[in-house]
Nanobody, 116 residues
Framework: QVQLVESGGGLVQPGGSLRLSCAAS????????MGWYRQAPGKAREMVAT???????NSRDSVKGRFTISRDNAKNTVSLQMNSLRPEDTAVYYC??????????WGQGTQVTVSS
């Protein structure tokens, strides 16, 4: 049974930084495409950034140059470094793991609030 546990959310002022981490267990982490998604109140969940098993990354345009996704296969973790945070980045952030291209698993989510 796959478990994804996020940590690192919180309240930060505009322009500040946060680092989210997700610890995975239950399947071979090195085979998974991992990602971070977010959902703001009243909005649909959206992809923030993904990283393939081979290390190829992708991110939405609004976070390019500010957010960086990375993974550590030895520790079964994926992280999201978020810099220059903006109020519009406020959302619940979810860790996602996808195996074999179809088996999706989600963490419980961690709240990120950007406000002065």
């Amino acid at each position: 049974q796959v478990q994804l546990v996020e940590s690192g959310g919180g309240l930060v002022q505009p322009g500040g930084s946060l680092r989210l981490s997700c610890a995975a267990s239950g399947r071979d982490f090195s085979l998974a495409r991992m990602g971070w998604y977010r959902q703001a109140p009243g909005k649909a969940r959206e992809m923030v950034a993904t990283i393939t098993s081979g290390g190829t990354t992708n991110s939405r345009d609004s976070v390019k140059g500010r957010f960086t996704i990375s993974r550590d296969n030895a520790k079964n973790t994926v992280s999201l470094q978020m810099n220059s945070l903006r109020p519009e980045d406020t959302a619940v952030y979810y860790c996602n793991g996808r195996w074999m291209g179809v088996a999706d698993y989600w963490g419980q989510g961690t709240q990120v609030t950007v406000s002065s």
